[in-house]
Nanobody, 124 residues
């Protein structure tokens, strides 16, 4: 079994920054991709960013390009999402997810394990 634990959410004013962390533990494969998704009230879960095992592949959702940065620390089995210039529309529960396949994906169905989510609230 694999466990993912997110942290770093909170309340921030528009224009501010937050850094989310997601630590993976348990029986992960030797290589795995990581993704961040978010879900706002009344909306479907949407893709935010993803990073391949080697970090050679990185995807971002269009609305966060230039503002968010995904990265990973192999020694700590942790993936980060640095969020700058936050907007009220970024308000959502943010989830990290782990995908043990070879292909980096933007779709939730591709991911095998999910964290419990962390709330990000951006006030105007």
């Amino acid at each position: 079994q694999v466990q993912l634990v997110e942290s770093g959410g909170g309340l921030v004013q528009a224009g501010g920054s937050l850094r989310l962390s997601c630590a993976a533990s348990g029986r992960t494969s030797s290589t795995y991709n990581m993704g961040w998704f978010r879900q706002a009230p009344g909306k479907e879960r949407e893709f935010v960013a993803a990073i391949s095992w080697s970090a050679a592949g990185i995807y971002y959702e269009e609305s966060v390009k230039g503002r968010f940065t995904i990265s990973r620390d192999y020694a700590k089995n942790t993936v980060y999402l640095r969020m700058n210039s936050l907007k009220p529309e970024d308000t959502a529960v943010y989830y990290c997810a782990l995908d043990q396949s070879r292909f980096l994906s933007r779709t939730p169905e591709a991911y095998d394990y999910w964290g419990q989510g962390t709330q990000v609230t951006v006030s105007s």
